[in-house]
Nanobody
């Protein structure tokens, strides 16, 4: 079974940058053909898709208004997927978690059909 463990969250001032990591294990197929993505949810708000990546080819899919400040990358050798965040704003404060779905289809929300991690908290102060 696919397991995902997020790390790298913390507190940062507005305008700063942060890189979150998602360690992926439990499936030999996960980096051959899977859709892995990052999502976030703040208290009292709906879950938002941030960005996903198709491990076969590297195509990326962003959520609404996410493209300018968020990016995703993968490292097959390390079994990890990263969320790169820049110019952070207080409204980016949320629990961020990664999710993965093995298969040959990808979209920004496709990973929600698979497994997800427990999340890592990001707090941006003004």
């Amino acid at each position: 079974q696919v397991q995902l463990v997020e790390s790298g969250g913390g507190s940062v001032e507005a305008g700063g940058s942060l890189r979150l990591s998602c360690a992926v294990s439990g499936s030999e197929e996960i980096f051959r053909s899977a859709c892995i993505g990052w999502f976030r949810q703040a208290p009292g708000k709906e879950r938002e898709p941030v960005v996903s990546i198709f491990t076969d080819g590297g195509n990326r899919y962003w959520g609404e208004s996410m493209r300018s400040r968020f990016d995703i990358s993968r490292d097959k050798a390390k079994g990890a997927v990263y969320l790169h965040m820049k110019n952070l704003k207080p409204e980016d404060t949320a629990m961020y978690y990664c999710a993965a779905r093995v298969g040959n289809y990808c979209s920004v929300v496709a990973p929600l059909g698979g497994n997800r991690g427990q999340g890592t908290q990001v707090t941006v102060s003004s």
